[in-house]
């Protein structure tokens, strides 16, 4: 039997190819050896998005966009967090397992009521108990489908060890193996996408190239990576240049290679090599563009796909959530 693997896709922000280099092609390579259960952790956006208008759109291009990148939504059973109302019942029953002191050790939270105390602020403020619960819903959404491996980033790896804690203390007070303690799968050693300042690329700095821009966007972003000013016959340092750094994540080796010698040759100035990066960014990311603007051209099929998701969902979290009832006395 093949092993199961989970994952929670956050719906607030625009993809970029940090995500998609970060997260989005390794979850989708786990998919090829695991049983894959990936979701639009909706009900966790609520906690900070109050715009209706922002929350179902952040929701649909989130879904748009793992869809065009290449989830097979025949193989890879995906839904939305707010479809499988067992996700509620499992983190109802989970509260009564979390002592309130693990949460208060929860970084996201920790990082909320140090922002309030260095403002001299009381310290709830801006805190709902969405954001202090968080570790107990992510936990449920993990533990509901028996997961072996939750793919995540580093930033993450705290809430995998609570979903662990708590599972391990329901385990712990019926004496059986109710909830499957399971394991983060932390994706380290892709590498940090720079952004186009050189910085890590995060949505936060503004730094992004993101992953569905127009042809025409695409140019204008990539034209606009800052360079030295070395001239055009100078010759240029592939290992220094952001641009090279780019354009191995998007090409053959032989490219990277022939790249590479230009740079060292001179007589390459920094307009051409940037012509030559969007030509293999463009290459890849047209495919994907041209799919994602299917996708979201038709929203009712889409949803259609994650209502299909959402009840296959539901047959597996069906019997989790009756065996923990049944061991709880509440069948
Ligand atoms: N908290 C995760 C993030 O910010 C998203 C998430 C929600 C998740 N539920 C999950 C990830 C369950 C893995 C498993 O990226």
Not at 91 to 116: D, I, P
């Amino acid at each position: 039997m093949k092993k199961i693997s989970l994952t929670g896709i956050q719906s607030t922000g625009v993809l970029h190819i940090g995500n998609y280099f970060g997260a989005i092609k390794p979850a989708l390579e786990l998919a090829k050896t695991y049983e894959t259960r990936y979701f639009i952790a909706d009900y966790h956006a609520l906690n900070k998005k109050k715009d209706p208008k922002e929350l179902y759109t952040g929701i649909r291009h989130a879904a748009a966009g793992w869809l065009a990148a290449g989830l097979n939504p025949d193989e890879v059973i995906f839904y939305r967090q707010s479809s499988v109302p067992e996700v509620f019942e499992l983190t109802t029953m989970l509260m009564a397992f979390t002592s309130k002191g693990l949460m208060n050790r929860a970084h996201a939270y920790k990082a909320a009521v140090q922002f309030n105390n260095e403002r001299g602020e009381d310290q709830d403020v801006g805190i709902n108990m969405g954001l202090f619960t968080y570790p107990i819903l992510m936990a449920a959404d993990i533990l509901l489908f028996d997961s072996d491996v939750v793919p995540v980033g580093k930033d993450q790896e705290q809430h995998i060890e609570m979903a662990q804690d708590i599972a391990q203390s329901v385990n712990a007070i019926y004496k059986q193996q109710i909830l499957k303690v399971p394991q983060a799968v932390i994706q380290e050693d892709v590498a940090v996408i720079p952004g186009l300042d050189g910085r890590k690329m995060s949505k936060s700095y503004g730094n992004t190239i993101p992953l569905f821009s127009s042809e025409n966007e695409l140019n204008k972003i990539i034209m606009s990576i800052v360079t030295n000013s070395q001239g055009v016959e100078e010759p240029k340092d592939p290992a220094t240049s952001s641009i090279y750094t780019f354009y191995k994540l998007f090409s053959t080796t032989e490219e990277q290679e022939a790249l590479a010698a230009r740079y060292r040759a001179g007589g390459m100035g920094w307009g051409e090599a940037k012509k030559e990066l969007f030509r293999v960014v463009n290459r890849e990311l047209s495919p994907l563009r041209e799919r994602y603007n299917a996708i979201i051209a038709d929203i009712p099929a889409m949803d259609k796909i994650l209502a299909q998701g959402a009840e296959k969902a539901r047959a597996i979290a069906g019997t989790v959530i009756g065996r923990f009832r049944k061991a709880a006395g509440i069948d």
